[in-house]
């Protein structure tokens, strides 16, 4: 696997999108799924195998750091070669930058089964969501956080209303930026919402930089350069 322009990992080709899922091999684990992408060569890799390597990089980053920023965490964590410019990994990945920069601020919370817990439930939000079910993985796993940290289910009152607002306001902030899809994008956006819901909704004060600046404009051929708010032009 390489690290390329939103490119097929097999062999570097864009990917496509179809209008109704195919079935589709997946190159590395040989397991047959329901797929609305493949690379232009007719490549095409699994969630899980996409985000396996990047996701043991997050939990790895994720129980060893102290840092109270969420969005440096992310950094951080982004520049390891298993996180690609796209892909699932960064479901679990807002989530478990939230979770451990709460607990790093003084939040109380049970940590390992919380960053358990989120990779649990970001690994079952598919690719690709963004576009195709209307709703960006980075701001459903911002109300995962929450949940998370609320141990919000079905039948609570309060912590219920508490995850699907800050999913509603995170969602709302990535599409006001406007399309194409970007990962790390969608993530500095819905992260900054996560930070401000968390200060006003339990006090909990996390760090974010005065500035964010994202590094990977050249790995994404559908940058929106200038017209991004993270853009370093």
Sequence with gaps: MTRGEGACLICGEPIVYFEKAKKMKCEFCGGEFE????????????????????????????????????????????????????GPEHHIMVGAALITAFKNCGGEIDFEEALEEMKYRGSQYPGGSCGLWGACGAAVSTGMYMSIITKANPLTVKSWQQCNQLTSKALAAIAELGGPRCCKRNTFTAVKEAVAFTEENFGIKMELPEKILCTFSEENKQCKKKSCPYHMG
């Design 35 to 86: 797929s609305h992408a493949s690379c232009a060569e007719g490549h095409f890799v699994c969630d899980e195998c996409h985000e396996k390597e990047g996701v043991e990089a997050i939990m790895e980053f994720c129980r060893s750091t102290d840092l109270r920023n969420p969005i440096r965490i992310m950094q951080e964590i982004m520049e390891n070669p298993y996180i690609y410019m796209h």
